[in-house]
């Protein structure tokens, strides 16, 4: 099992899982949900007390991920398997991303 805090203009908004079998479950932090100026991640995921649950990385998630050589790239530098899109993410979306996401691996 893999985790990662998923946090919106710096502030933790929700947890991203991935399990052993490869299916992957998303839910908002309790003080994220109690704050109605705090938005939803993304439309697909509206704020909700269920957890989301996917057999693939939610898409918002994927398309947070680099394409073709751009992948490529950071894959080798990293030693990340280009199947990983999980790996992928953790190594690039905590810092290098567009918008007011950002994904950092729990410990």
Request: aromatic share 14%; glycine share 6%.
């Amino acid at each position: 099992m893999r985790k990662a805090v998923v946090y919106y203009k710096s502030q933790a908004a929700g947890a991203l899982v991935q399990y052993d079998d490869g299916t992957y479950t998303f839910c908002y932090t309790n003080e994220w949900l109690s704050r109605p100026d705090k938005p939803a991640i993304s439309l697909n995921m509206p704020k909700s007390e269920k957890e989301f649950n996917s057999k693939h990385l939610f898409p918002f998630f994927y398309n947070m991920l680099a394409e073709g050589v751009n992948k490529n790239m950071v894959c080798r530098r990293k030693k990340i398997d280009e199947n990983d899109d999980f790996g992928l993410l953790l190594a690039t979306a905590g810092f290098d991303t567009i918008g007011a996401v950002t994904i950092v691996e729990e410990k």
